[in-house]
């Protein structure tokens, strides 16, 4: 009797374990596809007007700061609106498999706009 005890014991000590694992493994794809979208958002930022409206939809690749394991598993692309005359709408998706087959994405979305964020102008202080 406490041999089987002990055997309930260890089988279901290992499928917790695995089940943690996966656990671990979603959460850290989750970080990584964020951590993609936000410097892909961070790269669109420091690009003037005319080369963001130059880029058209599709996959793009990812900067040289993630090494090639991170690349290989993850697809990204970037797809373009314009709801309104000097507004962009920029949706980053991001997409991958674990390791059981399953897929995933994340999505981003924000805006940009020609003239900036805010609608003041800078002055000088000493007028």
């Known amino acids: ?49 005319d080369r963001l409206t130059d880029l058209t939809d ?24 314009t709801p309104r005359a000097g507004i962009r709408q920029v949706t980053l998706r991001v997409e991958w498999k674990s390791n059981k087959g399953v897929s995933h994405s994340r999505e981003y979305t924000t805006f940009f706009s020609k003239e900036g964020l805010n609608d003041y102008y800078y002055r000088s202080l000493s007028q």
């Open 58 to 81: 599709g996959n793009f690749p990812l900067e040289g700061s993630f090494p090639s394991s991170v690349a290989d598993r993850f697809t990204c692309s970037r797809t373009f609106a």
């Open 1 to 49: 009797m406490s041999v089987a005890v002990l055997g309930l014991t260890v089988a279901s000590t290992l499928v917790a374990m695995q089940m943690g694992f996966a656990m671990i493994e979603t959460a850290r794809n989750n970080t990584l596809a964020s951590q993609i979208l936000q410097s892909e958002i961070e790269e669109l930022r420091l690009l003037n007007w």
